[in-house]
């Protein structure tokens, strides 16, 4: 009864356009289902990017970069309709979202993540004056849905985002990089806390775009004893 009522006050949406969704149960409407553009064959090896060519490997940027993480997965291609979806779920409080994401991430990689066998799961921070006005970490919530789901450890502050970095977006590349330099830190706190060794670790984010995030990431866990990093996202802009 209870949940009757809530589900017309507040009914279920589209993860994807926001429409009421229907029929129930449904976890995204069908139209959205077909529009979206799941990361197929042929794919960059290395960070899964869409790529034109089957006989190239590599995208362009792990072509030309030494990129430290092992290999990386993304569920779909990052055009408008994912962004509009994402942007959602990232500033406008839609955190429902997630189940439908974290749904589709452990049915494409379960297998993979399980394969590579993480000794935790860790999202990639934001800084806490973001923390603050948005409330919470988008990247946060996949990466605990993703632990429960696989019942891995997560540890959402291993890493601490220390520096207030300017958008990635109008960057160059060196730029990028210039301005992720030492804007993570590791959290030897939470390492000692949880007391075993930690070798493999399982980035998570919302989205990759060049790499240089998670690249920065993945240089202070190496740095700090972790052998192996491999990363999840949502969405991935294409290799060409
Ligand atoms: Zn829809
Ligand atoms: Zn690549």
Same mark, same amino acid.
């Given at each position: 009864?209870?949940? @009757? !009522?809530?589900?017309? !006050?507040?009914?279920?949406? *589209?993860?994807?356009?926001?429409?009421?969704?229907?029929?129930?149960?449904?976890?995204? *409407?069908?139209?959205?289902?077909?529009?979206?553009? %799941? !990361?197929?064959?042929?794919? *960059?090896?290395?960070?899964?990017?869409?790529?034109?060519?089957?006989?190239?490997?590599?995208?362009?940027?792990?072509?030309?970069?030494?990129?430290?993480?092992?290999?990386?997965?993304? !569920?779909?291609?990052?055009?408008? &309709?994912?962004?509009?979806?994402? @942007?959602?779920? /990232?500033?406008?409080?839609?955190?429902?979202?997630?189940? %439908?994401?974290?749904?589709?991430?452990?049915?494409?990689?379960?297998?993979? &993540?399980? /394969? %590579?066998?993480?000794?935790? &799961? @860790?999202?990639?921070?934001?800084?806490?004056?973001?923390?603050?006005?948005?409330?919470?970490?988008?990247?946060? &919530?996949?990466?605990?849905?993703?632990?429960?789901?696989?019942?891995?450890?997560?540890?959402?502050?291993?890493?601490?985002?220390? /520096? /207030?970095?300017?958008?990635?977006?109008?960057?160059?590349?060196?730029?990028?990089?210039?301005?992720?330099?030492?804007? %993570?830190?590791?959290?030897?706190?939470? @390492?000692?806390?949880?007391?075993?060794?930690?070798?493999? +670790?399982?980035?998570?984010?919302?989205?990759?775009? =060049?790499?240089?995030?998670?690249?920065? *990431? =993945?240089?202070?866990?190496?740095?700090?004893? +972790?052998?192996?990093?491999?990363?999840?996202?949502?969405?991935?802009?294409?290799?060409?």
């Amino acid at each position: 009864m209870l949940q @009757a !009522i809530l589900d017309m !006050i507040y009914p279920v949406r *589209c993860p994807v356009c926001g429409e009421i969704l229907t029929p129930k149960g449904e976890k995204v *409407c069908i139209p959205c289902r077909e529009k979206l553009i %799941f !990361i197929q064959e042929p794919r *960059c090896k290395k960070c899964s990017k869409p790529i034109t060519q089957e006989e190239k490997e590599y995208c362009l940027d792990c072509e030309h970069k030494n990129y430290h993480f092992k290999k990386g997965y993304s !569920i779909w291609v990052y055009d408008e &309709i994912m962004r509009l979806s994402i @942007a959602e779920f /990232k500033y406008h409080n839609k955190r429902e979202y997630a189940k %439908f994401y974290i749904e589709e991430m452990v049915l494409g990689y379960g297998e993979q &993540i399980h /394969k %590579f066998y993480p000794d935790v &799961i @860790a999202p990639i921070p934001l800084h806490r004056s973001k923390y603050s006005t948005r409330g919470y970490n988008q990247a946060e &919530i996949l990466a605990r849905g993703l632990g429960n789901e696989l019942h891995y450890p997560v540890l959402s502050h291993l890493l601490i985002r220390n /520096k /207030k970095t300017l958008p990635q977006k109008q960057l160059s590349d060196r730029d990028r990089l210039r301005n992720l330099k030492d804007a %993570f830190e590791f959290n030897k706190k939470v @390492a000692d806390k949880f007391g075993k060794v930690i070798e493999r +670790v399982l980035l998570v984010d919302d989205i990759y775009t =060049t790499g240089s995030t998670i690249e920065a *990431c =993945t240089n202070v866990l190496l740095s700090h004893g +972790v052998k192996e990093i491999c990363f999840i996202t949502l969405c991935i802009g294409k290799g060409f």
